[in-house]
């Protein structure tokens, strides 16, 4: 099972990014879906996350800003990120199938890189 993130990059403050995460070796039209992101010598966090049946969550730092969607067809998933900051500097790694205590499947992550 492999999670393959992309879409990331260097952008200036206020711009915008639409990363995207395709899913292979299973399909995860069942399971939630999300988001994690790990700045420069921080800790991993949870940025958003999406269910089958489009529930989604969001950390309070990205709410307003972000939207997460997905495309059970191309059994892919989607972070747009709207007005940058340059906390939001990090890997952004997507993740598959939650268990109510974690995830099952993590996938490599995407750099992105806000400037000013």
């Known amino acids: 099972v492999q999670l393959q993130a992309s879409g990331g990059g260097l952008v200036q403050a206020g711009g915008s990014l639409r990363l995207a995460c395709a899913a292979s070796g299973r399909t995860f039209s069942d399971n939630r879906m999300g988001w994690f992101r790990q700045a420069p010598g921080k800790d991993r966090e949870f940025v958003a996350s999406i269910t089958s049946d489009g529930d989604t969550k969001y950390a309070d730092s990205v709410k307003g800003r972000s939207t997460i969607s997905r495309d059970n067809a191309q059994n892919s998933v989607y972070l747009q990120m709207n007005s940058l900051k340059l906390e939001d500097t990090g890997v952004y790694s997507c993740?598959?199938?939650?268990?109510?205590?974690?995830?099952?499947?993590w996938g490599q992550g995407t750099l992105v890189t806000v400037s000013s």
């Open positions: 993740v598959g199938k939650y268990n109510g205590i974690s995830w099952y499947y």
